[in-house]
């Protein structure tokens, strides 16, 4: 069966240190990995997205890696902050234009100052 | 621009009364998407539209629901007669669609947050 999977519902971490989030699926294979941050009572919004051909993509204090042997994305935030506090999400894109995500659960990041 | 726009942010209803959900998409988008969020179930699609028309309604949970696109600019969502277990955060969200960026970055509205007794 066709599964994407955050492997947590829930990181906490302390101001400064790194947080690292993962997305794992299977049976699927995506053109492009994306990322969207969502925050209590709004609606995602999208952070960046990595091509399949891609190692890692960075953006600020953003750095994400996709593995498609391992079939895994892995989300990283450097130096973070209590305003990075939020739930992100992973989301698969076949890459043709007009075609719908599949979205993980999220993982609810905490960033304790 | 002001983003993908959604009516009602709050409903609260009574088990067996109709509900409809209305969204505006981002001018210029060509895709529009439903989902419905839940913590048991997280983000799940709905359905979506190409150019006004229906492409996928697989994720429609029974004849309840209908949603239909009669112009580039207005969505709605209707769910006739409503349940209780249809309470969720209801999201629209829009895309444009280009042939040089296959990718599909979505712009969420703000939510429906629907409560059925």
């Known amino acids: 069966s066709q599964k994407i999977e955050q492997n947590s519902e829930a990181l906490n971490i302390q101001e400064g240190k790194t947080a690292t989030l993962t997305c794992n699926y299977t049976?699927?294979?995506?053109?492009?990995l994306q990322w969207y941050r969502q925050d209590p009572g709004r609606g995602p919004v999208f952070l960046l997205l990595?091509?399949?051909?891609?190692k890692e993509k960075r953006k600020e204090r953003l750095k994400v890696t996709f593995d498609t042997t391992l079939k895994q994305s892995l989300f990283h935030i450097t130096a973070s902050q209590p305003a990075d506090s939020a739930t992100y999400l992973c989301?698969?894109?076949?890459?043709?234009?007009?075609?719908?995500?599949?979205f993980g659960k999220g993982t609810t990041l905490s960033v304790s100052s | 621009d002001a983003g993908v726009i959604q009516s009602p942010r709050h409903e609260v209803t009574e088990m067996g009364q109709e509900v409809t959900l209305r969204c505006k998409p981002i001018?210029?988008?060509?895709?529009l998407f439903w989902y419905r969020q839940t913590m048991m179930r997280g983000l799940e699609l709905l359905i979506y539209?190409?150019?006004?028309?229906?492409?996928?309604d697989s994720g429609m949970p029974e004849d309840r629901f209908s949603a239909k696109m009669p112009n580039a600019s207005f969505s709605t969502l209707k769910i006739q007669p409503s349940e209780p277990r249809d309470s969720a955060v209801y999201f629209c969200?829009?895309?444009?669609?280009?042939?040089?960026?296959?990718?599909?970055?979505?712009?969420f509205g703000p939510g429906t947050r629907l409560t059925v007794l």
């Open positions: 049976n699927y294979s995506p053109a492009y």
């Open positions: 001018s210029g988008h060509n895709s």
């Open positions: 989301a698969l894109d076949w890459g043709q234009a007009g075609t719908a995500l599949i």
């Open positions: 969200a829009s895309s444009p669609t280009s042939v040089t960026s296959p990718y599909n970055e979505q712009f």
């Open positions: 539209f190409n150019n006004n028309v229906p492409i996928d």
């Open positions: 990595i091509r399949e051909n891609e």
